[in-house]
């Protein structure tokens, strides 16, 4: 089933849906106060997520629910949840044919009546298979693993936002090959007959294809899930969304490139999703740099931690959470919390016309002409866009003033230079007019020069 068959509509639920539940936190806790115009004042993470149309969530335990400390924090804090272990294969189907969701409804039940979205996670995996699932090869895997993944997206239907569909199917290392496991073992389209499984359960769930290590832009792994998407989207397989879980923990370090990996994946026209955050000793700059980064890209719909307190964490003695044992907040709290304030797109009303900068024209001598338009102009921040004529593919580089600062961009897929300031941006098939946002960062006058056009 292609994408097109699908229920219209999807994303303005998913924004209502957040405004609602932002409308709760704000007054569940009498924290987010946001005046028409003033800066975002959210004092809590889904709430001031949720004013961008994007998720702060969290992963749960089921069996924590009880732990009223926990609970009070999960309320308040996030508008998204995971189930860390009880969507598993092997909790939802621990003998052939007979299922057990009474964990995984126990936390469906507990997201809805917190206006929580819920992200289902995973139909599909090599690891935490049952015994059954682990001994069966060939056929006779494949169909049980297609009939787990329709009987589960079955019964949750409707109360999903987001399937995590398959999970870890690349393996680690420079091979850019596929992880070896019964499944991979059944044929290469295994992947691919998971999703279109998926989507004939539940049209209107997004479908997304999950993995760690796929963070740094330069890895092998990143480039092999890439093409995997890029080749599905061009064959008409049904996928919504690549979910990076981001365990910056252990060996595996937030890269400074990983908003270019958001924003090349977003360019294949799928969203995005940080879906396991936690970072070792949990650095306020790497979680600060996360959110900022998913800010900048449109389509990464929102962050998910996993775990609340170190004490939840499954890497417990690494202290990667925003929250202490105790359940109190930590300096990467402060530092979250700051960053999606800030980073909150306009509430107010645009102004036009656009400013009186300096755009420039380059002269057409890499083959192409780059136009600046300036676009609408708010009291923070500026759009600008930029149509190429004289090529169909392309390069441009655009030169920002510091202490201006590109914090969106569409319709291209941008590198950056080490400053920062310098942005070259490659056509991708999504026409020739590319746009960003710039934020003024205390200097109104300055605007962006193009620097050069180049074809090709
Ligand atoms: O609940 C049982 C308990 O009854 C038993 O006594 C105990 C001893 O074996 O095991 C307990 O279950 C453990 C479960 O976590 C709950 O604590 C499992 O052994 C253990 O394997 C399981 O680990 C989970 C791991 O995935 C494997 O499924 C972690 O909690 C969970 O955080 C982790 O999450 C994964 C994501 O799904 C995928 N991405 C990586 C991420 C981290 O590994």
Redesign the pocket.
Known sequence: MANSSRAPGRSRRLRAALVVSAAVGLLATAGAVVLPGSASAASTLGASAAESGRYFGT?V?V?RLNDSAYTTILNREFNQVTA??EM?IDALQPNQGQFNYGNADRLVQHARSQGMLVRG??LA?H??QPGWMQNMSGTTLRNAMLNHVTQVATHFRGQIEWWDVV??AFADGGSGARRDSNLQRTGNDWIEAAFRAARQADPNADLCY?D?NIDNWNDAKTQAVYRMVQDFKSRGVPIDCVGL?S?FTGGSNYPSNYRTTLSSFAALGVDVHIT?LDIRNAPSDAYRNVVNDCLAVARCKGITV??IRDSD??RSSENPLLFNGSGQKKPAYDAVLTALNNGTPPTGNPTTPPPTGNPTTPPPSGGCTATVTPGQVWGDRYNTSVTVSGASTWSVVVAITPPQRISTTWSGSPTWDSSGNVMTMRSNGSGNTFGFTTMMNGNSSARPQIRSCTAG
Do not use: D, F, L, R
């Open positions: 992963a335990a069996s860390e272990n598993k996670h995973t995996w690891s935490q999970n870890e999950n760690y879980q365990h396991e996993w775990g964490s499954w």
